[in-house]
T-cell receptor, first 114, second 111 residues
Framework: DTEVTQTPKHLVMGMTNKKSLKCEQH?????MYWYKQKAKKPPELMFV???????INESVPSRFSPECPNSSLLNLHLHALQPEDSALYLC?????????????FGSGTQLSVL | AQSVTQPDIHITVSEGASLELRCNYS??????LFWYVQSPGQGLQLLLK??????LVQGIKGFEAEFKRSQSSFNLRKPSVHWSDAAEYFC?????????FGGGTRVLVKP
């Protein structure tokens, strides 16, 4: 299994809603990542988890709250988002945090904030 | 800090013609370099990567890239483009667990 699975594929939410994005991998990878990609732009790193601990937070607003409950799962909790947060949210994993040579990306969650 | 520049925002190529996508990077040490492809609304798929050794790297789907340290470049090539190659292509430089992407090049394939 060489897949990173993200759910849901599409999400529409209001600015007062609370929702969560989920990411799962069963490759035994110990580093997991969240990227944000605006339309026609490259992906931008948000968070990195290494061995279930947050190792990088790229100054992301607190309305985005990551969680890594175990080595296979990565969540992104969303609360009080703004319309400008609408984007494709990509999850990725790699063997460990020092090995960026093989990032496996999921297909993403297309988020629309109304 | 590392950075990546892809000078061409769009490239249109005829099916069967050759393709070359340009990538220039800035990084203080020996870079890890990557090319990814992304179809609309999809995640990124790794085409190829360079860490060290042979400067001509072969990837999937018939793509290759050449690392030129003197020019700080890592250009992607394909001898004969197929309609299914229409997509967005991202060059990236890696440092530790952080990838920095270029702005991307959208490839359109004419029949």
């Amino acid at each position: 299994d060489t897949e990173v699975t993200q759910t849901p594929k599409h999400l529409v939410m209001g600015m007062t809603n609370k929702k969560s994005l989920k990411c799962e991998q069963h490759m035994g990878h110990r580093a997991m990542y969240w990227y944000k990609q605006k339309a026609k732009k490259p992906p931008e790193l948000m968070f990195v988890y290494s061995y279930e601990k947050l190792s990088i937070n790229e100054s992301v607003p607190s309305r985005f709250s990551p969680e890594c409950p175990n080595s296979s799962l990565l969540n992104l909790h969303l609360h009080a988002l703004q319309p400008e947060d609408s984007a494709l949210y990509l999850c990725a994993s790699s063997q460990n945090r020092d090995r960026s040579e093989k990032l496996f990306f999921g297909s993403g969650t297309q988020l629309s904030v109304l | 800090a590392q950075s990546v520049t892809q000078p061409d925002i769009h490239i249109t190529v005829s099916e069967g013609a050759s393709l070359e996508l340009r990538c220039n990077y800035s990084y203080g040490a020996t870079p890890y370099l990557f090319w990814y492809v992304q179809s609309p609304g999809q995640g990124l798929q790794l085409l190829l990567k360079y860490f060290s050794g042979d400067t001509l790297v072969q990837g999937i789907k018939g793509f290759e890239a050449e690392f030129k340290r003197s020019q700080s470049s890592f250009n992607l090539r394909k001898p004969s483009v197929h309609w299914s190659d229409a997509a967005e292509y991202f060059c990236a430089v890696g440092a530790g667990n952080k990838l920095t992407f270029g702005g991307g090049t959208r490839v359109l394939v004419k029949p």
